[in-house]
């Protein structure tokens, strides 16, 4: 028996635990779309070593990479930092 079909079967018997597996697949799949998010637009992290290695250098000083800011308008924002 595969553990898939174990799992219907508690499922069946005890239909109480349908909202628990929902919740909790749920929450794993927005974690890994917050990590997946993380990794590909934090200027942090830099993929490409060869043509872009300090991807934090050549940011524009208005590019909003936060998720969530509260009362934060960057387009009014300056360059506050040397150029290298």
Do not use: C
């Not at 919740?23 to 799949?29: K, L, N, Q």
């Amino acid at each position: 028996m595969s553990m898939l079909a174990i799992v219907r079967k508690q499922l069946k018997n005890h239909p109480a635990l349908i909202p628990l597996f929902i919740f909790i697949g749920g929450g794993a799949t927005m974690s890994m779309m917050y990590l997946a998010r993380l990794a590909l637009k934090n200027p942090d992290v830099s993929w490409d070593h060869k043509n872009n290695p300090e991807p934090w250098n050549k940011m524009d000083p208005t590019h909003q990479y936060k998720l969530f800011t509260v009362n934060m308008d960057y387009s009014k924002l300056e360059k506050d930092r040397p150029d290298f």
